[in-house]
């Protein structure tokens, strides 16, 4: 595929976003290519300058392969300059988001972000917080976390704490649930039917078994044993229990 001028406006359109639905994705490509099928003929009389805007293609169905090429094709251009358009899904029901992101961890590329840097220190003991938390709980009371910013290597008064925990929640790094405890946003790729074996998954549910490391999505179990004879773990074969949560619930 030809890199055009809707390219170009699907990349502009999407610098504003840190991260988008799909559904969202698809109405700006759509739009973007309405736009670039838009042609503006001058019609010179006596009497004024005429504007005529001739729309071709508006509202055309698009199949779902065409987005796939167009991003790819975006992609192609981005990877030049370590960027890329990736897909991925919501942690709490699996619907597909896009983002677009650095695909270079160098230590230049870390000095690109709105925050100091004594604001991520503070982010990394809460990430830090939030992933060892007792129980698998994945997540860390708003009091625990005000704490923590009295422990990094320049410590945060209170106030400033409670003022950068709400831009991190504003800027969407950290969800707030409304038992006032903080969250990390995250998102996870589909792979292998939707099960893993690992502990990636941060709300759902895992085995019976202690030492069995098997985890689901919520909507990733439903999906799951809907199509299973039976409801057992997919690595150990014990009976399946909905109700062993992994995180707040």
């Known amino acids: 595929m030809t890199y055009t001028n809707a390219h170009r406006l699907f990349v502009q359109a999407s610098m504003s976003e840190r991260f988008f639905t799909e559904a969202k994705a698809i109405d700006m490509y759509t739009k ?32 779902p392969e065409e987005f796939q090429e167009f991003v790819s094709t975006i992609n192609q251009k981005l990877n030049l300059v370590d960027m890329e358009f990736r897909r991925s899904h919501e942690e709490d029901d699996g619907n597909p988001v896009w983002a677009l992101v650095n695909t270079n961890g160098d230590e230049i590329a870390k000095l690109a972000t709105e ?64 038992l006032r405890f903080i969250k990390w946003k995250i998102f996870y790729e589909s792979k292998n039917n939707s099960r893993t074996t690992s502990l990636s998954e941060r709300r759902g549910q895992r085995c019976d078994v202690q030492e069995c490391k098997s985890r689901f999505h919520h909507h990733c179990a439903r999906r799951y044993f809907s199509s299973q004879n039976e409801k057992v773990c997919p690595a150990c074969k014990i009976a399946w229990k909905s109700s062993n949560i992994v995180g707040d619930h």
């Open 115 to 178: 925050y100091s840097p004594v604001e991520i220190s503070y982010f990394k003991r809460l990430i830090e917080l939030i992933v060892t938390a007792d129980d698998d709980a994945f997540s860390a009371s708003s009091i625990m976390s005000l704490k923590e910013a009295s422990k990094i290597k320049t410590p945060l008064t209170k106030s400033a704490a409670e003022t950068l925990l709400q831009r991190f929640v504003d800027d969407k790094w950290l969800i707030q649930s409304q």
């Open 32 to 63: 973007a290519c309405d736009a670039n099928n838009a042609f503006i003929y001058y019609l010179n009389t006596s009497l004024a300058l005429y504007f005529v805007i001739l729309v071709m293609s508006i509202n055309k169905e698009r199949a």
